[in-house]
């Protein structure tokens, strides 16, 4: 099995650990990757769900580390892989000056990307009616792991630490959905500018569609050097299904804001996540990929990870075989498209850990 069919079977099985304490500490709830733990193979870090209920019955179970921080991946009792995990991070252990441990403000993700929601709360999220199915925003503040707002000061603090004391490479803000017709985008703003004045770091933003473009202009200035903007589902009836309240954003307003927000950050450097699984066809998936491409939008293709305490817990993941009847073709148009991921700025598709997508761009590429 080459490296990307086992991240790609991984990632939609899940996998146990016979010691859950290796590396530094999975993440529950929030807004994701969640109840995912980060390994790496064969140089290539990625997120495999731990927490989740395929994990709890997948075939892979990965040893105890040894002392030299590797462990073997088994299956039916045979290694197929030696992985690693990443150590906890330094900048874990601080805290403010108003004593919020630092890993409340902000997270790893995979091996060398920083990560927040810098609001953690969402209009959505407040309304059962209205929910994004899959959404666990709520879950990590519920349980005291994060805070409701970060303010810019704490942010910077925070992403100084982790390039000084982590290699932090870039950095993810992410944000849920206020009141508002900036839809999020003027608090990243804010949280982008401060940052930058105290530290060279890129960031990635994250909020739908801001009801004014002028909004891409203001958080390119302010420090953003690339954007995403979150279709999760393609077609008009899982959308509806999955994300009642946020598909009252329609698919016209997310392409007319891909549009005006590539003019803004170039090609590539605008991207959108789309979970596989939820009920869009490969087809659907690969058609809409297609008209993203197009576009100069990078298209994120991950398989949904069903997340404890979410209306959609007992959801199945995808299988492996459907991804990769999407990974495949998606790498092969995307190297097309003059879009790689290791070409993007900052975010989720230049750190590629939630899904084996990158892994498929470089067989196209070799």
Same mark, same amino acid.
């Given at each position: 099995?080459?490296?990307?069919?086992?991240?790609?079977?991984?990632?939609?099985? /899940?996998?146990?650990?016979?010691?859950?304490?290796?590396?530094?500490?999975?993440?529950?709830?929030?807004?994701?990757?969640?109840?995912? *733990?980060?390994?790496?193979?064969?140089?290539?870090?990625?997120?495999?769900?731990?927490?989740?209920?395929?994990? &709890?019955?997948?075939? =892979?179970?990965?040893?105890?580390?040894?002392?030299?921080?590797?462990?073997?991946?088994?299956?039916?009792?045979?290694? #197929?892989?030696?992985?690693?995990?990443?150590?906890?991070?330094?900048?874990?252990?601080?805290?403010?000056?108003?004593?919020?441990?630092?890993?409340?403000?902000?997270? !790893?993700?995979?091996?060398?990307?920083?990560?927040?929601?810098?609001?953690? +709360?969402?209009?959505?999220?407040?309304?059962?009616?209205?929910?994004?199915?899959?959404?666990?925003?709520?879950?990590?503040?519920?349980?005291?792991?994060?805070?409701?707002? *970060? +303010?810019?000061?704490?942010?910077?603090?925070?992403?100084?630490?982790?390039?000084?004391?982590?290699?932090?490479?870039?950095? #993810? !803000?992410?944000?849920?959905?206020?009141?508002?017709?900036?839809?999020?985008?003027?608090?990243?703003?804010?949280?982008?500018?401060?940052?930058?004045?105290?530290?060279?770091?890129?960031?990635?933003?994250?909020?739908?569609?801001?009801?004014?473009?002028?909004?891409?202009?203001?958080?390119?200035?302010?420090? #953003?050097?690339?954007?995403?903007?979150?279709?999760?589902?393609?077609?008009?009836?899982?959308?509806?299904?999955?994300?009642?309240?946020?598909?009252?954003?329609? !698919?016209?307003? =997310? &392409?007319?804001?891909?549009?005006?927000?590539? *003019?803004?950050?170039?090609?590539?450097?605008?991207?959108?996540?789309?979970?596989?699984?939820? /009920?869009?066809?490969?087809?659907?998936?690969?058609?809409?990929?297609?008209?993203?491409?197009?576009?100069?939008?990078?298209?994120?293709?991950?398989? &949904?990870?069903?997340?404890?305490?979410?209306?959609?817990?007992?959801?199945?993941?995808?299988?492996?075989? &459907?991804?990769?009847?999407?990974?495949?073709?998606?790498?092969?148009?995307?190297?097309?498209?003059?879009?790689?991921?290791?070409?993007? *700025?900052?975010?989720?598709?230049?750190?590629?850990?939630?899904?084996?997508?990158?892994?498929?761009?470089?067989?196209?590429?070799?």
């Amino acid at each position: 099995m080459s490296d990307s069919e086992l991240i790609n079977d991984l990632q939609t099985k /899940g996998m146990r650990l016979v010691d859950p304490r290796a590396g530094h500490e999975s993440r529950r709830g929030g807004a994701g990757p969640s109840d995912h *733990k980060a390994i790496t193979i064969g140089g290539t870090t990625v997120m495999v769900p731990v927490h989740t209920a395929p994990a &709890f019955e997948s075939p =892979y179970l990965v040893e105890a580390p040894d002392a030299s921080g590797a462990a073997r991946v088994l299956r039916d009792g045979a290694e #197929v892989a030696r992985v690693r995990f990443p150590l906890r991070p330094r900048f874990y252990e601080l805290k403010t000056a108003d004593g919020i441990p630092y890993n409340q403000i902000a997270v !790893l993700h995979s091996r060398d990307v920083l990560a927040t929601t810098v609001l953690q +709360t969402c209009i959505r999220y407040e309304s059962r009616k209205k929910t994004c199915q899959f959404c666990s925003i709520g879950q990590s503040l519920a349980a005291g792991r994060t805070i409701a707002h *970060k +303010t810019p000061a704490q942010l910077a603090e925070v992403a100084k630490a982790a390039v000084a004391l982590d290699g932090v490479k870039h950095m #993810v !803000l992410t944000t849920g959905t206020p009141r508002g017709k900036d839809r999020g985008a003027a608090v990243l703003a804010e949280s982008a500018a401060a940052i930058k004045a105290a530290v060279d770091l890129p960031i990635q933003a994250q909020c739908e569609p801001p009801e004014d473009d002028a909004w891409h202009r203001r958080m390119a200035d302010a420090g #953003v050097d690339a954007l995403g903007m979150h279709l999760e589902a393609v077609t008009p009836e899982v959308r509806a299904r999955i994300m009642p309240g946020k598909a009252g954003v329609p !698919l016209e307003k =997310y &392409f007319s804001s891909f549009e005006a927000a590539v *003019k803004v950050f170039g090609r590539g450097q605008v991207s959108t996540y789309i979970l596989a699984g939820l /009920g869009d066809s490969a087809e659907a998936i690969l058609a809409m990929s297609e008209k993203l491409c197009g576009m100069g939008v990078y298209p994120f293709v991950v398989p &949904f990870v069903p997340i404890s305490g979410t209306p959609l817990e007992s959801h199945p993941a995808p299988s492996s075989a &459907f991804m990769a009847s999407i990974l495949r073709p998606l790498g092969a148009m995307i190297v097309a498209a003059g879009m790689k991921s290791e070409d993007i *700025k900052a975010g989720c598709g230049k750190c590629g850990a939630c899904s084996a997508l990158s892994t498929y761009e470089k067989l196209r590429v070799a």
